[in-house]
């Protein structure tokens, strides 16, 4: 996939335009990446001349600009109505050069700085300064994917900033919306297997001119959305910050004088490129890195599922090159196609991922831009799931092969990392993030959709030399939040039951994960709730644990109980279901009485109404370290707080512990727990084997096609596909030259 | 001269406790001593001393004198931080126990640096501030409308009673869903837990704490904190009071102690909410400015504080102190209404580091504290601090730190300098120490910036006061390129957060939440409604405050009420508080006019997108401030003199680095200028418990009120 630059628009017009020197803004974006492309400098600037001339003015100007952008993010999150806004922090400010380039950014959804990028250099490219023209108080809109978005509810606009007649740069935000029309409330549709039913699509289009949003963009917005309250706020905070940091560049510019400004903003860019190499070389080793992670979907069957959508595995195979000079390369060779189901990440979802992913484990310090992404490359084959081609294709939950694509590059860069030393570096963050959304008949009695966007605080991976974050992190964000059950219980017919811990979640190691939660809820007040789940990974692993660490849960899933006999139980004041319970026999399906089902993978069933419950649960990673190696006392404090169960403190941790129910608190029987680990090791010992001897009982395997359906066709979707892939996959097994499985 | 001192404010902050002394003619002086946070009332009674030392006096003259004494002080952060709070119950809606543990994903970062907030593998939470087996779940729901969906199930709230009485707890909170709309479940639990520790024989030491009762609004993870802090941390800072209370009662002081409000105003130390006062400190120096803002008539201020640790902000506006709803304090997200002030972590004792790959210079957040304090004090601290930069560059004097009491080691501030920091990034080390200090100055700047940005306010609108113990050192550098109306440093500085405490009044803050709507286009009838309702909620709140007034202020004085409410667009998560422009709404017309002074604020901080009429207005919660005049230190406006200073006032020359070069500056002693003097720079104005730099180019200029303008 070319990142950079895709040369859609005729060759650069030769008429004087709004930009830099004169030039059309197409002109000025081709010779800035000439400019890159011969000096190997971002702009050509082959010295930081102002930094170097008054360090501290150079500085002074940074910091300015940055607090403009974190400040404006700040102050339009109090002018949202929606929870993904106000409470969960679910948007991005940033400043951008005048070919579309970031410059500095607020914290928040960052996986949206360099989406926004490839917006603005998606209307350069095709000559948007001509028509629909880009004059000063302008803002253009857009969440189509395929101009350039993660997926459909992820709403941005941009405004340039013009001193007189040049553009000089642009203001970008962006905020996720809880519902955006589709199928059914919500915001990430999995029902859908194409574009068509993602909800309202703005193609980058021109929605207000001298900073008056045009109605008629609202009247869209109120005609085809469920609960447009959200986006007419949403889209007024995002413009209101747009104008506010506008303003403030405009002042800096007049205080710092225009040419230091145009200057200085490359040079921070530039800077940025270099801090991102100098890091690399510091903290990494280079060479060759691979890993590969999957993700799980199951559609077949369910009432609401798209009749296009089959059963999945989505092969996510990745390679990670750094040279010597720090630079990255990263390759997804061996991507599955493309797929009738909502899966598929847009060419700007895949930016957003990396940029998230470089910011949070490289480029958090100092001048933190798209400097790091002039000095990293990424590969992702045409025709794939993650370089689709096709802008019919689906891609509003994108995230659910995002998230494993991802977190695999973490776990590399993370491996890295720790071979260079830096093992308090290692983060194992993130995973895939079950949603609840949908939509109905809400508990004011008007129809409505939206997402609970919760899910934006799971469980992490572990890390090097600690837990990971019980119930504290998302890999989108990483600023993340869940916000207050009051808050989602007010713009949602629901009453929780219970939001709690969810015992054994976390993946085991010496230090396993963060722990994540599980929520119970009662639906209320309503006689219509279409509750949908999105952006599982259902009966694989969609992330690894690291050096012995085990993964996060792998098996997705809801419990549903209608026509429950709640009431009566209430009345007789009987105990009711908060917390799973054990998993075998959960509480929802013994205190209560009702039609109780257990669903594998997404949640596409019949409606829900007033009585019935809905269990949940999010998703934590991998641990690191073998968790026989755990400290025995954080077994035991994990048992006080819930967070493991006995059972599993001996079984996987073998720790021997019991509940002092005089104390109240649980006790280690540290002789006991000593016998039980030598016993594993012992065991593991007894059945370990030569390697070559189990690879040449796996090679069999594969030659009698011994795997389940939803593998072989994985395989074969990619043997008829990554020419580069099949080859070393036959030739690591020694398979035939044509081999295909027989499904 | 005998002198009459009539009150005594004092501000412990994370580095110096401040003291100002103010007698029956207005006059004040100002001491300063080494806060002592394992006994607060140590370093109270010295720095007292210290201040009555200046009037040749000690601090037994003082204190059968005083008509008030305030206190502000740092034990209740420093209980959390340490988490020495008291062993606390809590029983809370079942399915939510683990809520202690699970916080809010955001209390993982938030108050971290930018970077942090990115570099997701630094995130921790807090501790929690109850042992998980202390938690105990009751069956019971309230809904969103109030509707107790769930009864409560008593016969687990007696369980867990008997539970937590066995397990030897010291406080039990209560806190469930929705209680802030209907508080009957708490309450019903109250009474069963009363009858259990009756039972128990323990009496009354086990207090119960209702989240109703302590912070009857929305967002239940905020109710909680507030009510958790309350009964973990309030104990050992009513201790620290009493202490101080007894401490200087028994040298003859004859009333009770009072404290300070988050929000501004005082409180008697048994003042049932104390968790209010966690961050009463920097609090004191916008009720300073307030004071002045009265006197004065200068009624726009930005007031900027400046001391060993923190550097912080406030606004007024038109005589008017904002409040931030939801402030985050020790890593806990509250909805405690605040004097809303913002801070950054650079002081006069912050570190001065150099990263060891980027050569990048990091300025705190941490800091030395007054022990070991920065290098130049020569009692054991090695890191460099901007003290011992600007004292490198000549702008301290090494023998009337602290009025001389503290002597500092040049030679040692300059060898740790360069080894630490220039040559690690090779540069000449008084280039390099101008430069960092100028870096510092500039966050403070920004930081400035920031806020008026924020609160969409036009600074050349307002004055900026400059104070704390290192402020007027700074002043000109951190104001500098920024256009002000003025800006303003007093000889009292060093204590303007004490001073602000002595201007304070009795005053209370109460809210209430409510649920009122203001359709599009809705009619008078609908507007008359909504006017009823919100002055019935006045009403009942000024009643509620004049009962709880009366039982804490010993003197009857009028009570003076502010009504407030925060309204919204409909739909809007945010609301924004507004002042009403009349004490109750008796017509359509009033409740139009307190949407159109609602509208005005909103549009001052928004873009003029972001108004959306069409939505209605939504009022979720009510307000009300409650005050009640005290004695106040008297400032007195005296007549202007020549502009030439008293001959004993120049105290010589000393050379200072500014810009580049070494230049010598006049030296002043601070306490000798009087209305009137002019001063050009370059000059250093002294004093013993801050210094005045006064750069090329500027002057300084002493006012009618013996105020110190920087022009």
């Known amino acids: ?743 | 001269m005998a002198r009459k001192p009539l009150v005594l404010g004092i501000d412990a902050g994370g580095t110096m406790t401040d003291t100002f002394v103010v007698d029956e003619n207005g006059d004040f002086t100002v001491g300063k001593a080494a806060t002592t946070p394992h006994d607060e009332s140590v370093g109270f009674l010295e720095s007292a001393a210290d201040a009555m030392s200046y009037w040749d006096g000690d601090g037994r003259s003082l204190y059968p004198e005083l008509e008030v004494a305030l206190y502000s002080g740092t034990t209740m952060v420093n209980t959390l931080i340490t988490r020495r709070g008291r062993k606390v119950g809590l029983i809370t809606t079942k399915g939510f126990e683990d809520d202690v543990l699970m916080g809010r994903g955001m209390q993982s970062w938030t108050g971290y640096s930018y970077s942090d907030r990115i570099h997701a593998v630094t995130h921790v939470h807090p501790s929690a501030l109850v042992d998980r087996r202390h938690v105990h779940g009751v069956t019971e729901r309230v809904d969103v409308f109030g509707e107790a969906v769930i009864p409560l199930y008593e016969h687990e709230v007696e369980a867990a009673a008997e539970e937590l009485l066995a397990d030897g707890v010291e406080a039990i909170v209560v806190h469930f869903l929705y209680s802030y709309l209907n508080p009957e479940h708490e309450q019903r639990a109250r009474a069963i837990l009363a009858a259990a520790i009756a039972r128990s024989r323990r009496g009354g030491d086990v207090p119960v704490y209702l989240g109703s009762d302590l912070r009857p609004v929305i967002r239940e993870n905020s109710r909680l904190n507030a009510a958790l802090i309350e009964a973990y941390a309030v104990a050992p800072v009513r201790t620290q009071l009493e202490k101080v209370e007894r401490a200087v009662q028994s040298r003859g002081y004859r009333y009770p102690l009072q404290t300070v409000l988050a929000y501004g105003g005082l409180c008697n130390i048994r003042y049932p909410r104390l968790h209010e006062t966690l961050i009463s400190g920097p609090v004191g120096g916008v009720m300073g400015a307030k004071h002045l803002s009265a006197l004065t008539g200068i009624d726009n201020i930005i007031v900027t504080d400046l001391g060993g640790t923190s550097f912080d902000i406030g606004t007024i506006t038109a005589g008017y102190v904002p409040v931030e709803p939801e402030p985050v304090l020790a890593r806990f997200k509250l909805n405690l209404p605040t004097i809303a002030m913002e801070n950054i972590g650079a002081g006069a004792g912050s570190y001065v580091k150099v990263d060891p790959v980027t050569k990048k210079v990091q300025i705190g957040p941490e800091s030395a504290g007054s022990t070991p304090g920065p290098v130049s004090f020569g009692k054991g601290g090695t890191t460099v601090t901007i003290t011992d930069c600007d004292l490198v560059l000549g702008y301290l004097n090494p023998d009337y730190f602290l009025g001389g009491k503290q002597k500092l080691d040049k030679e040692l501030a300059l060898r740790a300098l360069k080894e630490q920091v220039t040559e690690q990034i090779g540069v000449d080390v008084y280039a390099g120490a101008e430069a960092i200090v100028r870096m510092m100055e500039r966050e403070a700047r920004d930081a400035i910036r920031a806020v008026a940005s924020a609160r969409g306010l036009d600074t050349t609108q307002y004055t900026l006061f400059g104070y704390g113990g290192a402020g007027p050192l700074h002043l000109a550098g951190y104001t500098e390129g920024l256009d002000f109306g003025g800006v303003l440093t007093f000889h009292f500085a060093a204590a303007f957060s004490a001073f602000g405490c002595t201007t304070a009044d009795y005053q209370h803050r109460y809210a209430r939440s409510v649920h009122l709507g203001l359709p599009p286009g809705c009619d008078a009838p609908a507007k008359l409604a909504v006017a009823e309702a919100v002055s019935r909620v006045w009403s009942e709140m000024e009643e509620a405050a004049r009962a709880e007034m009366a039982n804490e202020i010993a003197v009857a004085r009028e009570i003076r009420f502010t009504q407030l409410a925060m309204v919204r667009y409909g739909g809007q998560l945010s609301d924004l508080e507004a002042v009403s422009p009349a004490p109750r709404l008796r017509t359509a017309a009033d409740v139009d006019r307190l949407i159109a002074a609602w509208e005005d604020l909103y549009s001052k901080i928004n873009s003029r997108v972001a108004r959306y009429e069409g939505a209605g207005y939504q009022i979720f919660e009510l307000g009300l401030l409650a005050s009640v005049e005290k004695v106040k230190p008297r400032i007195v406006r005296q007549p202007l003199g020549p502009a030439e200073p008293a001959r004993a006032a120049h105290k010589g020359t000393r050379n200072m680095y500014w810009k580049g070069r070494w230049q010598p500056a006049s030296l002043w002693e601070m306490e000798m200028l009087r209305p009137g003097n002019r001063i050009a720079g370059p000059a250093i104005v002294e004093h013993p418990a801050t210094t005045l730099v006064v750069p090329d180019g500027k002057c300084v200029e002493v006012d009618e009120w013996n105020f110190f303008w920087l022009r």
Request: hydrophobic fraction near 35%; charged fraction near 25%; charge should be negative.
């Open chain 1, 1 to 743: 996939m070319e990142k950079a630059i895709q040369t859609t628009a005729e060759a650069a017009p030769e008429r004087r335009g709004c930009g830099p020197e004169g030039r059309t803004l197409l002109a000025a974006l081709r010779h800035d990446r000439e400019l890159l492309e011969q000096t190997g400098h971002y702009h050509g600037i082959s010295d930081l001349r102002l930094k170097a001339e008054n360090y501290l003015h150079y500085e002074s100007l940074h910091a300015r600009l940055r607090s403009a952008v974190v400040n404006a993010r700040e102050t339009s999150k109090k002018i949202s109505a929606s929870p993904g806004v106000r409470e969960v922090g679910e948007s991005v400010v940033a400043l951008y050069t005048p070919e579309g380039d970031s410059v500095v950014l607020s914290t928040g959804i960052m996986v949206h700085v360099h989406t926004l990028s490839r917006f603005i250099q998606w209307m350069i490219e095709r000559d948007y300064e001509s028509d629909p023209g880009i004059a000063h108080g302008d803002v253009f809109a857009n969440n189509d994917p395929f101009v350039s978005d993660v997926h459909p509810p992820d709403l941005m606009n941009v405004t340039p900033i013009f001193h007189g007649r040049e553009l000089i740069g642009w203001v970008g935000a962006v905020a996720h919306e809880l519902e955006i029309g589709g199928v059914y409330g919500g915001a990430n549709q999995t029902t859908t297997a194409e574009r068509f039913g993602q909800g309202m699509i703005v193609s980058a289009e021109k929605v207000a001119a001298n900073d008056v949003i045009r109605r008629d963009f609202f009247v869209r917005a109120e005609m085809n959305l469920r609960t447009p309250v959200y986006f007419v706020l949403d889209e007024k905070a995002m413009v209101s910050a747009c104008i506010d940091v506008r303003e403030k560049v405009l002042e800096a510019v007049e205080q710092y004088g225009l040419d230091y400004y145009k200057r200085a903003i490359r040079e921070i860019i530039e800077e940025g490129r270099r801090a991102h190499l100098q890091r690399m070389k510091m903290l990494t080793v280079p060479g060759r890195y691979r890993s590969v992670a999957h993700a799980g979907h199951l559609f077949e069957g369910k009432v609401g599922a798209s009749p296009l959508s089959r059963n999945c595995i989505v092969q996510v195979p990745l390679e990670m090159t750094i040279d010597r000079g720090g630079f990255m390369t990263i390759d997804y060779e061996g991507a599955g196609r493309k797929m009738w189901n909502p899966y598929n990440c847009p060419p700007a979802a895949m930016d957003g991922g990396f940029f998230v992913t470089l910011t949070q484990f490289i480029d958090f310090d100092g001048k933190v831009n798209d400097g790091c992404w002039f000095a990293t490359r990424m590969i992702c084959p045409p025709g794939s799931w993650c370089n689709p081609g096709d802008d019919m294709t689906a891609t509003s939950s994108a995230w659910g092969s995002l998230m494993p694509g991802f977190g695999s590059l973490q776990r590399m860069i993370s491996r890295s990392f720790l071979a260079r030393g830096f093992r308090e570096e290692v983060f194992l963050g993130q995973v895939n993030t079950p949603i609840i959304e949908g939509g109905g008949i809400n508990q004011y009695g008007q129809r409505f959709g939206g997402q609970n966007l919760e899910c934006s605080s799971e469980g992490s991976g572990a890390r090097g030399i600690m837990d990971g974050i019980d119930c504290g992190y998302v890999g989108w964000n990483p600023e993340s939040d869940m916000g207050n059950v009051e808050i989602w219980e007010m713009i949602l017919p629901i009453l929780y039951l219970g939001r709690r811990i969810w015992r054994d979640s976390p993946g085991a190691g010496k230090y396993r994960a963060g722990a994540t939660y599980s929520t119970l809820l009662m639906i209320h007040k309503t006689p219509l709730y279409n509750i949908v789940s999105t952006i599982h990974s259902d009966k694989v692993f969609d992330n690894q644990g690291m050096c012995g660490g085990y993964p996060g849960p792998t098996a997705k899933f809801e419990y549903v109980s209608r026509d429950t006999d709640l009431a009566e139980r209430i009345a007789r004041r009987e105990p009711l279901p908060h917390v799973e319970g054990d998993p075998r026999r959960p509480d929802i399906s013994t205190r209560v009485g009702g039609d109780f089902r257990v669903v594998d993978g997404v949640f596409l069933e019949r409606p829900l109404r007033s009585g019935d419950l809905f269990q949940f649960f999010y998703n934590t990673g991998g641990g690191y370290g073998d968790p026989i190696e755990r400290d025995p006392e954080a077994v035991r404090r994990d048992l006080d707080n819930g967070i493991q169960s006995i059972e599993i403190a001996e079984s996987v941790y073998r720790v021997a512990a019991r509940f002092d129910a005089a104390a109240k608190r649980h006790a280690v029987d540290e002789q006991a727990t000593r016998k039980l680990r030598a016993e594993c090791r012992e065991e593991r010992g007894r059945r370990a084997v030569p390697t070559r001897q189990w690879m040449a009982r796996q090679r069999e395997r594969l030659l009698r096609h011994d795997l389940g359906r939803e593998v072989k066709e994985m395989y074969n979707d990619v043997f008829g596909f990554s020419e580069r892939w099949s080859r070393e996959y036959r030739e690591f097994w020694s398979l035939p030259d044509d081999f295909v499985f027989t499904v």
